[in-house]
């Protein structure tokens, strides 16, 4: 089982180690495109339709807000010069301490973005995502079935048990077709 660098900083890590490679700029070949295709359906389906409002958490270079007037935030500032390119509205800051009103966005969605909290974090993250977003919340990860962590920089998340501990019922909860170790989960606030 790989386990995370002593006193793991993911704050640190995703601003400044990991664009060290090769793979954090983008530059190594997806695996089939089926995937994207499915989040992008997913992503249509149930937020780019239905609301305007809307908070995409770990935006990265903007590639799921490009064309939509959406907010982003990302923890690199590398990302987020990208992301300007795109004419997108995005923000640096980190998803334990964001920098909005209560029920600022009527969605809030992220993609393979929780995944890389620790344990540690990730229940106040969470509490975040839900303070900041009044109808809806959105996200697809990655996890392991086998006892062993993903990478160094991701970890295993139990989504049923974190939400139920947290008072919020699941309405979606789906792995998905084209990777098996992924799973969408969404559900509504009330």
Not at 92 to 101: E, M, N, S, V, Y
Not at 151 to 165: G, S, T, V
């Amino acid at each position: 089982m790989l386990k995370p660098k002593e006193n793991y900083d993911y704050f640190q890590y995703w601003t400044e180690e990991i664009y060290k490679t090769k793979w954090a700029y983008g530059r190594r070949k997806r695996k089939g495109v089926a995937n994207l295709r499915e989040y992008i359906n997913l992503l249509n389906t149930h937020i780019r339709k239905k609301y305007t409002n809307v908070l995409e958490v770990g935006c990265g270079w903007g590639l799921w807000i490009k064309d939509y007037p959406f907010c982003g935030i990302d923890i690199n500032l590398q990302r987020l010069n990208i992301a300007k390119k795109h004419k997108c509205t995005v923000i640096r800051g980190d998803l334990t301490q964001l920098p909005f009103k209560d029920k600022s966005f009527e969605a809030s969605y992220s993609i393979q973005v929780l995944m890389h909290i620790p344990p540690t974090h990730i229940k106040k993250a969470l509490r975040e995502l839900i303070r900041v977003t009044q109808k809806k919340i959105f996200h697809i990860e990655v996890y392991s079935t086998k006892k062993r962590r993903l990478a160094k920089h991701c970890f295993n998340h139990n989504w049923k048990r974190l939400y139920r501990n947290l008072g919020i019922n699941l309405i979606y909860f789906k792995r998905l077709t084209n990777y098996k170790n992924q799973v969408c989960v969404m559900f509504d606030l009330k």
